[in-house]
C-alpha cells in the first residue's frame, strides 16, 4: 500500500498562482508515475499532468503553459505549480502515484477559483 499527503489547495483570485504538494509513503524512485487529476462537480475525473520517472512529462491541453508538474525522488514528493487560474479550474485536485503497475489515489484537495 502507499498512502499519499496532499496540501496546499485553497481559494484563489483569477490569475493568481496555487503550488500543491503531495508525498508519498514510498520511495519516489519507485515510482514510474506521479501526478494529478482534478474533478469539478459534475464532471468525471481528469488528468491534469504527470511527471514521469526518467523525466518526461505530460500535461492536458487545457493547462498546457500555466501549470508545471515537477518531482522530487529523494523527497518522495511530487507538486504542481499553477499560474494564470481560470474559474474553470475549480476542482478537487487528486495526486496520483503508480507503483509496481497499481495506482493509487490521495484524498483531493479543493482549489478554487474565484473573485
Known amino acids: 500500500q502507499v498512502q499519499l499527503v496532499e496540501s496546499g489547495g485553497g481559494l484563489v483570485q483569477p490569475g493568481g498562482s496555487l503550488r500543491l504538494s503531495c508525498v508519498a509513503s514510498?520511495?519516489?524512485?519507485?515510482?514510474?508515475?506521479m501526478g494529478w487529476y482534478r474533478q469539478a462537480p459534475g464532471k468525471e475525473r481528469e488528468l491534469v499532468a504527470q511527471?514521469?520517472?526518467?523525466?518526461?512529462?505530460k500535461y492536458a491541453d487545457s493547462v498546457k503553459g500555466r501549470f508545471t508538474v515537477s518531482r522530487d525522488n529523494p523527497q518522495n514528493t511530487v507538486y504542481l505549480q499553477m499560474n494564470s487560474l481560470k474559474p474553470e479550474d475549480t476542482a478537487v485536485y487528486y495526486c496520483n502515484v503508480r507503483h509496481r503497475e497499481d495506482d493509487y489515489w490521495g484524498q483531493g484537495t479543493q482549489v478554487t477559483v474565484s473573485s
Open positions: 514510498v520511495s519516489g524512485f519507485s515510482l514510474s508515475a
Open positions: 511527471a514521469f520517472r526518467y523525466g518526461s512529462s
